[in-house]
Structures are given as structure tokens and as C-alpha cells.
């Protein structure tokens, strides 16, 4: 098919072979480019989420509240007076979370690596520090509240955790998805 095309190319436009090779990227989407996109989306959805999620989810709750379905707005913010010091107790982590496959993508669209360089104790406790980790702390937040790196592979019996600001779990929904990656 690439034969004929280029041969119509040719005839068609002359040298115009750039013009007929773009039309064809339109069309014929290679594995690498799909997996690009696919990484672009990945750090698109973190980076949303970490600038818009918390006051965008405030605003539908706020709004749900002046609606007909303001039971289920009130149901929530009862958990969450409830559920209020769970963030200091270690969260509420999801391996289903941890282990989505858009963390792996995004791992790639940096690249994120882990590299063990020592054997941890599984009997003791560790605080690592990660600087410098910038405002989002893509790294730190790759390696430890997802699997993309694969630390629990690398250290079995050690439960990562990290540690952010408590004003990321004053916003509704957006305190639960980030602790069911490991966040406290």
C-alpha cells in the first residue's frame, strides 16, 4: 500500500512526498505514537488533578447542596468531619489505584526510574528525603504512591508512604483519591 501511495504521490504532486508522508501519519497511528499521547494524557490527568480537582470538586458539593439531591452533599461532609484525622493515621491506600496502568505511562513520559542501591530492613522504619522535589514532586510521587517503579518488588515487606501538605486533604474528594495512592 506505502509502494502505491508513494508512487501516486509522485505523479500526483510531483515532490511533494512530505505533503502525502503527513496525511498518512493522520491515518495510520504507529504503537510509539499512540503510546506518546497515551503518556501525554497520563501527566495531563496528574496535573489537572493536582491544580483543579480540589477547588472544582468544593464547587459541585457546594453546588449540591443548593439542589435536590443535597442528602448525598450532606452524607459526604458527614464523613468527612468523621473521616477528618485519617490522613494523619496513614491514609487509606488501593493496590487497584497504585497499580492503574496510566502510572506507567507516565512513568515514561519522563523518565522515572527507582534504583535500589541497598537492602532495607523490613523490621525498621525510614524516612527518605527527596530534593529537590519541586512543587509537584512528580518523582517522589511516582516511586512511592504508585507501582510504576515497582517498589514493593524491589523492597518486599516495606509499605511506602508519602508525605504532603495537610491542606491537600482539606479538599473534598481530592484528599481520597490522593490517599488511596499511599498519600498521608
Not at 69 to 77: E, G, Q, T
Not at 114 to 129: A, D, E, P, Q, S
Not at 135 to 141: E, H, T, V, W
Request: one cysteine or more; hydrophobic letters at 45%.
Amino acid at each position: 500500500v506505502k509502494v502505491i501511495l508513494t508512487l501516486v504521490s509522485f505523479s500526483l504532486l510531483g515532490t511533494g512526498s512530505n505533503i502525502l508522508s503527513a496525511l498518512q501519519d493522520l491515518f495510520w497511528l504507529s504503537k510509539s505514537k499512540v503510546e506518546k499521547q497515551l503518556q501525554i494524557i497520563s501527566v495531563l490527568q496528574w496535573v489537572l488533578t493536582f491544580l483543579v480537582m480540589g477547588i472544582a470538586c468544593t464547587l459541585i458539593l457546594m453546588y449540591i447542596l443548593c439542589t435536590d439531591c443535597w442528602a448525598i452533599a450532606a452524607l459526604y461532609l458527614a464523613w468527612l468531619v468523621f473521616d477528618w484525622n485519617t490522613p494523619k493515621k496513614g491514609g487509606r491506600r488501593s493496590q487497584w489505584v497504585r497499580n492503574w496502568a496510566i502510572w506507567r505511562y507516565f512513568r515514561d513520559y519522563f523518565p522515572i526510574r527507582l534504583v535500589k542501591t541497598h537492602n532495607l530492613l523490613t523490621t525498621r522504619n525510614y524516612i527518605f528525603g527527596y530534593h529537590p522535589h519541586g512543587i509537584m514532586g512528580l518523582g517522589a510521587f511516582c516511586n512511592f504512591s504508585t507501582e510504576a517503579t515497582g517498589v514493593s518488588q524491589k523492597f518486599p515487606g516495606i509499605r511506602p508512604y508519602l508525605a504532603t501538605l495537610a491542606g491537600n486533604f482539606r479538599m473534598p474528594i481530592l484528599r481520597d483519591y490522593l490517599m488511596s495512592g499511599g498519600k498521608c
